[in-house]
């Protein structure tokens, strides 16, 4: 198969994925399509874990820093001056803070820059670590980054959080991005940088060896994974439109590994199936926390009790399934073809049978 | 002109003396060997003069510059590549992407020109694939180009890391062990390989054995390390008359037969 074809093909699902858009956009009710941007933005965060983990093999633990960082920065942004001075109560909000308001599109772009430069401030020290140790500083530092966030009252309100920020975020905006997030993760990773981000992750010293500056294409990894998932973060503070430190602490960090594991670590396209079943699925899990009748027998509501459900599907994947679901396989038009060709064939070769 | 030249080259770990005043001279399109028993230090040469270990004194001086303390990446750039005694692929790429991943060092393009697949990126990936492919048909894995490195037999493993290391552009390849695991048969193809990449490459080789009759073979002057000192320097006739070099090295031989 030639590789026009599969361009034409790909052009064409982003063609549908967009008329599906636009007809979700105007016909579906606000908690699917909010279910929707979930999914977009799960991709974003677990697209840009896959680059640092997936491709360059480093563990980290610090997603929910950058995520914070970009939601901050941008729900700060975009919230009208009125509403600041409404919710900063305890101590007013800093000037030039409490009179700017921007429009969506810098304040996104504002908030990944800041994700990014933060990326390669907690990159430098903690990418010189190898391994466990690495986990445990970027966890340390995303809970640094909370920690600061609930204290610094006049800029960002600490543990009352930020309310009414604008809902700019829909679906062409969080999709827009999870595709361009996608479409930078997949070129890069499949570029000379990409080869020489798997072979850190293969081996450090071979690399070495072989000229690839380690230090460098870690740390490029990582800014530009935390800059992508700044944008993420963004768009769910503009999302949600309330937001507290709370919101932002190690459990969200756990949720993008979660979601790389459950899809397969290295495959972007296990990356979006897992985001979309894991969403999904904490949504069809809701019914659980709630009480429950089985007859004469009434189970009291405990909430919680997804996460326990959650926890066994997650326990038989890993049973299973032990690379996740794609292992570290790519979705193509070659792969879909080869498997879609037998089906016709043996309805062809029915079709002529029934001729005669 | 003289390549490589180490002056006093010492490596000690903690109360370890791993080598000691190591020197060595050696002109372009030279083919030196290196030898002596198992953990008499010759590795931790290799690891010294391509920058995995900071030598504790000496200096060595590759092309001109003084190489001493440089990172493996800059010395990589400069010209010197290696190999590993105990191979060392990118296991899950495949044989092609390893051959790749060693013109990483020479691409132009930015991240950003990458990422997006502007026209600059796609020749130059173009021209990396290319060289890739004449490479492994040099080394005759054309066609296992494009399984997973991981899984090839092992002599194949040998020729890759030695593919591998061609890619980078070197000047000076450090050869460990190449014929660790080989049969008789397998040696001599390595030898007449050896000579004819650094024919086409036109490289200077210095290479560590640890089977001495193999080495003599091949390599005109041959250095003799043990315990970490250099016991012995000259022709292969020169080393096995050598007294000191009978009794560490092939006085156990000897025994052992």
Known sequence: MRKGTSRILTAISLLVLFLFLWWAEENLDPYLRRILNLIAINIIWVVTFNLIYGYTGQFSLGHAGFIAIGAYVTALLTLPPAQKEQSFFLSPCIWPLSVIQWPFLPSLILGALLAGVFGVLIGIPSLQLRGDYMALVTLGFAEVIRVINMNLQSITNGSLGLKGIPEYTNLFWSWGCAI?????????????????????????????????????????????????????????????????????????????????????????????????????????????????????????????????????????????????????????????????????KRKRQEDDHSKD | MTILKTDGLSKHFGGLIAVSDFNVEMEEGE?????????????????????L????????????????????????????????????????????????VGHHLRLHSSPFVAALGLPMYRREEEEITQN????????????????????????????????????????????????????????????????????EFDLTVFLVEHHMRLIMGICPRILVLDHGVTIAHGTPDEIQNDPKVIEAYLGVEEEDA
């Open chain 2, 31 to 51: 083919l030196v060997g290196l030898i002596g028993p198992n953990g008499s230090g010759k590795t931790t040469i290799f690891n010294v003069i391509t920058g």
């Open chain 2, 132 to 199: 890739s492919w004449r490479l492994l048909e040099t080394v005759g894995l054309a066609n296992v180009a494009q399984e997973e490195a991981g899984g090839l037999p092992y002599g194949q493993q040998r020729k890759l890391e030695i593919a591998r290391a061609l890619a980078t552009r070197p000047k000076l390849l450090l050869l460990d062990e190449p014929a660790a695991g080989m049969n008789p048969e397998e040696v001599r193809e390595l030898m007449d390989f050896i000579h004819r990449i650094m024919e």
């Open chain 2, 53 to 100: 270990y900071k030598p504790t004194a000496g200096s060595i001086h590759f092309d001109g510059k003084d190489v001493t303390g440089l990172r493996p990446d800059k010395i990589t750039a400069l010209g010197i590549a290696r190999t590993f005694q105990n191979i060392r692929l990118f296991s899950e790429l495949s044989v092609l992407d390893n051959v790749m």
């Open chain 1, 180 to 344: 361009f997030t996608i479409f930078v993760v997949w070129m890069l990773g499949n570029s000379s940088y990409g080869r020489a981000f798997k072979a850190i992750r293969e081996d450090e010293i071979a690399a070495e060896t072989t000229g690839v500056s380690i230090f460098y294409h870690k740390l490029m990894a990582f800014a530009i994974a935390a800059l992508l998932t700044g944008v993420g973060g963004g768009l769910f503070a503009n999302l949600i439109s309330t937001i507290d430190p709370n919101l932002f602490s190690f459990l969200l960090s756990y949720q993008v590994v979660t979601i790389l594991v459950l899809g397969g670590v290295g495959s972007i396209t296990g990356n979006v199936l897992a985001s979309i079943m894991y969403v999904s699925l904490f949504e069809l899990l809701r019914p659980i926390d709630q009480p429950m009748t089985f007859g004469s027998i009434t189970l009291p509501g405990r909430p919680g009790m997804r996460m326990v459900m959650f926890s066994i599907i997650f326990l038989l994947v890993i049973l299973f399934y032990r690379r996740g679901l794609m292992g570290s396989n790519e979705f193509s038009w070659r792969w879909l073809l080869s498997k879609l060709q037998p089906i016709f």
